[in-house]
């Protein structure tokens, strides 16, 4: 008999690992940031096995396993390969795809690597090729990622899921027509996502545009709402011609969200810095713009970047960031016009006084001028000034504004004698010229940054009328009890009790109106003999 020996073989594992990259619209080699990837074994007679699957990260490398190290052919060791795919999820719940027209996903294949040992096996670092086809694919998947991440970060919520449809050659995808490009957003089938044409994969504003539209529709799950009208009117829009409210809102929100993720200034239809047009600027009369107002998409969209943006410029003196506009945006009620906007901002409790200024300031004029009314008239006596003599918060009021951001200025004085002032805590403040007796007619205006309101009143300077006499009283005088010495006092001012009237002693001077309950003035003070 033959001696037989069995062997026994027991395979090890291996972890794959490489890195994937892409050239930017600048010809400069980046990540494929969160691609998603496919591990197969490679078999000669087809079939291919999957072994595993995952997504690179945010400097494109990826990595998978542990895997049993066997197969069935000759050599017994695996034969890998990777599969990178323009499909991956970005939470549990928002899926972010680029394909075709026929709804297949970008891919790219590289070679296999046979009969791999155990442990680590590197893959090697592959890239799109620079000029390909698909090229234009990786472009604007990343650009979905970024918007995407902008969102969540900046708010952490998540946007939800596109797709985005792209061709190379392609400028028409039915119903996406009227616009050169026929670049649109379109939710429902048969685009159900985004459609971005051949000649818009350039620009990455035009990109995040349509992402904005799609997360709005994924916030309010309608689009265009139930008014076709204004859908038909806003196939066909431009950044600064006059539409319809809700075209403007919409597509201002759009332009907005690609400048905020984008981190510029300037909506672009190519990949050249601001060879667009600059929605920061314009206010009114700029050259160019011819319309105003919130059916204007370009004055929507600068009065968003004006309440988000850190540059403050003319009445734009705010930063309100992304979140405040993005909660606005995701939640109900969900607006149609940018005056709905506008009402939920004041819902939400956000300050209005400057936000309301950043919007006039893109012709947008939702402000209520501030009113200034009743201010009562004051007595003062000769060579006497009475600080705090009229408190401007309790006579003046604005919806938007809150008292300490209003700001009051006296614009007519009949007579500079009078030197008559507003203090920095702002109260009237009155002191006469020394020896002076006479009356003036002071007018004040209250401003809140943008319009004005406007009230006067009289203030009369009157001579000391008269000289009373109290006895003087000492205790113990002459050593026995308390005795009254006459002495000659001059009266000099009534008190200035809150709501009261002094008593008048034996002066007929003309009594003070009574003060509102807000009047916060002591004794007027003496200014000199």
Not at 71 to 98: I, K, P, Q
Not at 141 to 167: C, I, K, M
Request: net charge negative; glycine share 10%; aromatic share 14%.
């Amino acid at each position: 008999m033959d001696d037989i020996i069995i062997w026994k073989y027991v395979p090890g594992q291996v972890t794959a690992y490489g890195s994937f990259y892409f050239y930017d619209r600048n010809g400069q080699l980046a990540p494929a940031r969160y691609t998603r990837v496919y591990l197969y074994d490679a078999d000669p007679s087809g079939g291919d096995d999957l072994l595993g699957s995952g997504a690179t990260d945010g400097n494109g490398f990826w990595q998978i396993g542990p895997i049993t190290n066997w197969d069935a052919d000759a050599s017994g060791a695996l034969d890998l390969y990777a599969v990178f795919e323009t499909d991956v999820n970005d939470s549990e719940t928002a899926r972010r795809r680029v394909t075709n027209f026929g709804d297949w996903a970008y891919k790219w294949q590289i070679p296999t690597k046979e009969n791999v040992a155990n442990g680590s096996v590197d893959l090697g670092g592959w890239a799109v090729g620079i000029g390909s086809d698909w090229e234009p694919a990786m472009w604007i998947f990343q650009d979905l990622r970024r918007g995407w991440e902008y969102t969540n970060t900046a708010t952490g919520t998540d946007p939800g899921s596109v797709t985005a449809r792209w061709e190379k050659g392609k400028n028409s995808l039915f119903p996406c027509i009227g616009t050169p490009t026929g670049t649109c957003a379109w939710p429902y089938p048969p685009i159900s996502g985004i459609f971005i044409g051949h000649d818009d994969r350039n620009s990455p504003d035009v990109v995040v545009h349509e992402l904005g539209h799609q997360y709005m529709y994924n916030a309010s799950g309608t689009w265009w709402w139930p008014n076709v009208g204004d859908m038909l009117a806003c196939l066909s829009h431009g950044i600064r011609d006059r539409e319809n409210a809700l075209c403007a809102w919409s597509e201002g929100w759009a332009d907005f969200f690609a400048l905020a993720v984008n981190s510029d200034t300037c909506f672009d239809w190519d990949n050249r810095p601001c060879s667009g047009l600059n929605l920061e600027a314009p206010t009114w009369g700029t050259p160019g713009w011819n319309n105003d107002g919130d059916e204007v998409e370009g004055r929507v969209a600068g009065a968003l970047y004006d309440l988000f943006d850190q540059a403050n410029d003319g009445l734009d003196q705010t930063a309100f960031g992304f979140a405040p506009i993005w909660t606005i945006v995701r939640t109900a009620p969900h607006e149609q016009n940018f005056a709905g906007f506008w009402s939920s901002w004041r819902a939400q409790g956000y300050n209005q006084h400057r936000a309301v200024q950043a919007i006039y300031q893109n012709t947008i004029d939702y402000d209520t001028p501030p009113t200034i009314a009743n201010l009562p008239d004051r007595t003062v006596l000769q060579n006497f000034s009475w600080n705090n003599a009229i408190d401007l918060w309790a006579y003046s009021s604005d919806p938007e504004s809150f008292d300490w951001e209003l700001d009051w200025l006296i614009t007519n004085s009949s007579d500079w004698r009078c030197r008559v002032t507003i203090d920095t805590a702002d109260f009237v403040d009155i002191n006469p010229l020394p020896g002076w007796l006479g009356s003036c007619d002071i007018t004040i205006r209250v401003s809140d940054g943008i319009k004005f309101g406007y009230d006067t009143f009289t203030v009369r300077v009157v001579p000391v009328a008269a000289r009373v006499y109290l006895p003087l009283v000492m205790k113990n005088y002459g050593g026995s009890g308390a005795m009254a010495i006459p002495g000659e006092t001059t009266f000099t001012s009534p008190l200035a009790t809150p709501g009261a009237r002094p008593q008048p002693l034996e002066s007929p001077l003309p009594m003070p109106e009574a003060e509102p309950e807000t009047f916060r003035s002591p004794l007027p003070t003496p200014v000199g003999p």
